[in-house]
């Protein structure tokens, strides 16, 4: 698809869960509309592979971070929404301040 | 936590509403799909562009949602769950192999569990105490020629011949200086007694102790009502106080809690109950319940031992370690009383501490009990081991007829481990099943197998599997699963697909017949031990069936009555043993009655020393013969010839002269002629004349040659006759006279109880049961043997037909005849049974050298016994290979032709 370089597993599994977590703050959303807005949203540099998507998303409604229901797309479809819970609140806000501290450490080392 | 239990409540959900996961996960991606093919089609695609396009990006679509759903459910159990789902639908298919394999599995596992159920209960269950772990049982070794002078007198358990023995008891002072020494934290003494017991209008004999006051504090029980036995009940001039079983509560008080308190006569001594003991508190031998305590203090009243004479040894110790010290301490600090109590008897060589761990009572006391369940045990383990080895076989045979079907499975993807997976569950299956249907038959045998073993009723606990022969049985189920299943498993997982799925796979199949084939000869071979055993089983209940008896045994019932116990002697006694005969003898059917001290066969004997004036022995120091107490006409009732004289009669009483008679084989080897009017002394001063000879007869045991007896009228020796057993010759059946005995005797004394009613024949056969049993458990367990033998000949063959049928029809159109077809088949079967004929027989000879001793009239290497066994097994073989052979000689040349 000419897409620029895919980081295809170069989202480790635990970004990609933060990922799909910040997406989610802005409202409840279908599987699709997660891996656009990602693509979307990282302006165009991240494609999230839809099988490592979808088995991040059930893993994190097992987790209880995220829960789902039935709804109607946009399109008048039947579509699986996810939204954050609570739990995946606190979760996200927790994980993002250590993935910043690291990744700005893991900066720093690059740079120097 | 929470999240886990939060996930494990979600996959729950998702397990149970399994269609609507599915459709979820569908939908799910479906529309993920549809979204992408819209999003294509907007940049310009075409209809099927966009299609391939969107799946392309989703990859295998079938993994992505088998990997989610395994997410949500539990794969692992689920497809355990599907493997056993499968194997029961399999195994329900193959009826046949299901029946035998789970039969013969459930008789092994069964037969197992029964008697070991039985053997845990007696031998190895902890005494309900506390910390049962602490007790030690103390008895000495050493001498008993040279501590003559200490120890004169015994009772209890002794072993050892000559040089160092083992005894049981000690004198009260030997206790008074054992219980001194600090090394035990408490110690108590026991001897046994049978009493009188009279309650409630009720007499009987009830299994009693003497016990010292710490008995109860020392094995930590707790009577279950009221209080136990305290030092206190057992000093000089304490109220008379006794402790009784559970089982003598509801006997004689109907379980009515009134008892506490009650009176109580104890050989007509009054005696208060203070306490009842649990029902599971059967004494220190749980084979041997014990009803009764009393008080040492007592001992004098109620008992024969002479308690303070230093040199009677008739007290059993028992202690409790104090933790942290060893054996080794414990025999240390206990020798030194013992050297001490030598000591002041001018013994420089005192007799020795051994010190004995009674976690589980004095069951090493019951040797012969243990014995006889250690061969059952043996029977059933050989038992169960021809049952696996029969599973292995048929499961290997199941394997090959299914091998194109794994093979298949293979081919499909299914990986080897998978496959031995699912055999295994197959194996587990089946072994689960056969321990359940097991556990059922071990019920019902545990119920057959204490009848077995106790042969009183009234001393017969209830033995019932408990959860420890469940585990056992879970156990064993589980180890013939994985070691049987095993094998058969591993073979078919390592066969290759391609190769199997050309059409003979004759190497692996080479491979698996040599082992099943291996497996049948162990089997046989096995088979023959179980056989072998039982033979020689069978052959002695035989012989002791045939054994010259010298005596009578049908239409005899007996009766015991202890009136010596209630106080009656001298001429008081002689008048009530007279008025029970008189009253006895009056009872309709009864034809004539004597007595006599010691019921014949029943184990018991008295053996005395004699003086003949004029004579010497010619081995030994003092002549010795067994002796008799007995009514008058004893040897004419009992159906003993008269050979020389006379019978003894009523008139030698206490006031005539003395006089015996005498068996034939004392007349020959101490009189050595004819001994009548001959004269011997029991003690000094009094001659017995001797006034009749009579025919030999069996004295204490079947098994025994006939001692040198003498017949002693029990007028003349009333001093030793508290207790008489009197002997009914009946016209009628001998037990349908027992409820107008005990009317008899209590119309004379309702005080005294009567005890050990019972006929001669039921003596006879209590005295041969063990021998009854191993010949007809051991006959059972071999037709099962041999059947299961069989079953795998007949399996083995069978297949290894079906795959020459081929071969065999060339060799048909070659010109061999049928019969050499046939004989081709029956000579492979020959050479199997034969290996394992050979195989068997040393085997069988080992094994029953551990029997030896039970055997009677009959060498363990019995040459017909082992004959009969090979014979047995070659037919048995040959008939089981019968058919295959058949079928191979049928085989059809034409047909093989062609398809070669």
Not at chain 2, 546 to 574: I, K
Not at chain 2, 738 to 760: C, N, Y
Not at chain 2, 876 to 896: G, H, M, N, V, Y
Request: hydrophobic letters at 50%; glycine letters at 8%.
């Amino acid at each position: 698809m000419g897409e620029p370089k895919e980081s295809r597993g170069g989202v480790l599994q635990g970004t990609l869960d933060l990922l799909i977590l910040k997406v989610l703050c802005a409202g409840a959303m279908h599987g699709y509309d997660i891996a656009e807005s990602i693509h979307r949203r990282s302006d165009d540099v991240l494609r999230v592979e839809e099988g490592a998507l979808y088995q991040a998303l059930h893993r994190l409604e097992l987790r209880g971070l995220l829960a789902s229901e039935w709804g109607t797309s946009a399109n008048n479809r039947r579509a699986k929404f996810y939204r954050l819970t609570a739990a995946g609140k606190r979760y996200l806000a927790e994980e993002s301040g250590n993935f910043a501290r690291l990744s700005g450490a893991v900066l720093r080392i690059l740079e120097a | 936590m929470t999240a886990w239990l939060h996930s494990l409540w979600l996959r729950l959900r998702a397990v149970r509403e399994r269609r609507r996961l599915e459709r979820d996960l569908e939908d799910e991606l479906a529309f993920h799909l549809a979204m992408k093919e819209e999003q294509a089609r907007a940049v310009g695609a075409d209809e099927g562009e966009a299609r391939q396009a969107a799946r392309r990006r989703l990859g295998n679509a079938t993994a992505l949602r088998e990997s989610l759903r395994d997410a949500w459910t539990f794969p692992t159990i689920e497809s355990v769950w599907q493997d056993m789902r499968h194997a029961a639908r399999a195994l329900a298919k193959a009826r046949g192999f299901t029946a035998v394999a789970v039969l013969s599995l459930a008789i092994g596992i069964g037969a197992n569990t029964a008697i070991f159920t039985v053997f845990h209960a007696l031998f190895l269950r902890s005494l309900p105490v506390q910390n049962p772990q602490e007790l030690r049982i103390v008895n000495w070794t050493g001498n008993a020629r040279a501590l003559k002078s200490l120890i004169r007198w015994t009772s209890g358990y002794g072993s050892g011949a000559k040089g160092v023995q083992t005894h049981s008891s000690f004198s009260m002072e030997a206790f008074e200086a054992l219980a001194k020494q600090p090394v035990l934290s408490s110690m108590a003494g026991f001897a046994p007694i049978t009493p009188n017991v009279y309650a409630r209008s009720r007499a009987l004999r009830a299994p009693g102790q003497l016990v010292t006051g710490r008995y109860f504090e020392t094995l930590g029980a707790r009577a279950a009502l009221g209080r136990a036995l305290s030092a206190a009940d057992d000093s000089p001039g304490a109220p008379p106080a006794a402790v009784i079983s559970w089982r003598l509560y509801q006997r004689l008080y109907g379980g009515v809690a009134e008892a506490l308190g009650a009176d109580i006569r104890i050989d007509k001594q009054p005696f208060t109950v203070v306490g009842i003991l649990p029902p599971g508190f059967h004494g220190l031998s749980p084979a041997n319940p014990v009803d009764l305590y009393v008080p040492m203090a007592h001992a004098t009243q109620i008992s024969n031992y002479r308690v303070h004479d230093s040199g009677s040894w008739w007290m059993q110790v028992i202690g409790r370690a104090v933790p942290g010290t060893t054996d080794p301490e414990i025999k240390a600090g206990l020798d030194v009383a013992l050297d001490g109590v030598a000591a002041a008897h001018g013994v420089s060589d005192g007799p020795k501490a051994l010190i004995i761990n009674a976690r589980t009572g004095l069951a090493f006391f019951q040797r012969q009990m243990r014995e006889f369940l250690l061969v059952l045990l043996a029977m059933v383990a050989i038992l169960l081991l021809i049952a696996c080895a029969n599973l292995a076989t048929l499961l290997l045979a199941r394997g090959s007829a299914r091998s194109r079907e794994l093979a298949i499975r293979r081919a499909l993807g299914a990986g080897g481990a998978r496959i031995a997976r699912y055999l295994l569950t197959e194996s587990l299956l089946l072994a689960l099943a056969g321990g359940a249907l097991g556990l059922l038959l071990a019920w019902a045998g545990t119920g057959v197998l204490t009848r077995m073993v106790f042969t009183d009723p009234e001393d017969m606990p209830v033995i019932r599997p408990d959860a420890m022969a469940l585990l056992f049985t879970g156990a064993l189920s589980l180890i013939t699963a994985v070691l049987f299943g095993m094998a058969p498993a591993f073979r078919a997982a390592r066969v290759h697909p391609a190769a199997c799925m050309k059409q003979t796979g004759a190497d692996s199949g080479r491979l698996r017949q040599r082992f099943a084939r291996a497996l049948v000869v162990a089997q046989v071979a096995a088979a023959v031990v179980l056989v072998v055993g039982a033979g020689l089983f069978a052959r002695t209940l035989v012989n002791l069936g045939r054994v010259e008896l010298g005596f009578r045994p049908d239409h005899l019932l007996m009766f015991q009555v202890a009136p010596g116990l209630n106080g009656y002697e001298g001429p008081r006694l002689a008048d009530i043993y007279r008025r029970i005969q008189e009253r006895v003898a009056a009872i309709p059917g009864v034809q004539a009655v004597t007595a006599v001290q010691h019921p014949l066969l029943s184990g018991w004997m008295s053996n005395r020393t004699l003086n003949i004036p004029g004579q010497q022995p010619k081995t030994g120091e003092r002549y010795s013969a067994y002796t008799h107490l007995v009514g008058e006409r004893f040897l004419t009732v009992m159906g003993t010839p008269i050979l020389l004289g006379r019978d003894l009669q009523a008139s030698d009483d206490a006031s005539a002269p003395a006089v015996a008679v005498v068996n034939s084989t004392m007349a020959r080897e101490i009189f050595e002629g004819n001994p009548v009017g001959r004269e011997f002394y029991l003690a000094p001063k009094t001659p017995i004349r001797i006034v009749g000879m009579a025919a030999d007869s069996k004295y204490d045991d079947i098994r025994n040659d006939v001692p040198a007896t003498i017949y002693l009228p029990w007028m003349q020796h009333l001093e030793v006759a508290s207790g008489l057993h009197f002997q009914l010759r009946t016209s009628v059946e001998p037990l349908s006279l027992a409820p107008a005995v005990l009317r008899a005797v209590a119309a004379i004394d309702p005080t005294l109880p009567v005890s050990d009613i019972r006929t001669q024949q039921q003596l006879i056969e209590r005295a041969t049961a063990p021998e009854r049993t191993f010949a007809m458990l051991g006959s059972f367990f071999s037709g099962v043997a041999m059947l299961l033998a069989c079953i795998g000949i007949y399996g083995v063959l069978a297949y290894a037909v079906a795959r020459r049928t081929g071969e065999f029809g060339i060799r048909l159109a070659l010109g061999a005849t049928r019969g050499r077809i046939r004989w081709l088949v029956l000579r492979g079967t020959l050479a199997m049974i034969l290996c394992a004929i050979v195989m068997g027989i040393p085997a069988a000879l080992a094994c029953v050298r551990l029997i030896e001793s039970r055997l009677f009239g009959v060498e363990p290497a019995d040459a017909l016994t082992l004959a009969g066994a090979g014979i047995a097994m070659v037919a048995a073989a040959l008939a089981a290979a019968w058919i295959p052979s058949e079928r191979a000689a049928r085989s059809d040349p034409a047909a093989s032709l062609r398809c070669e």
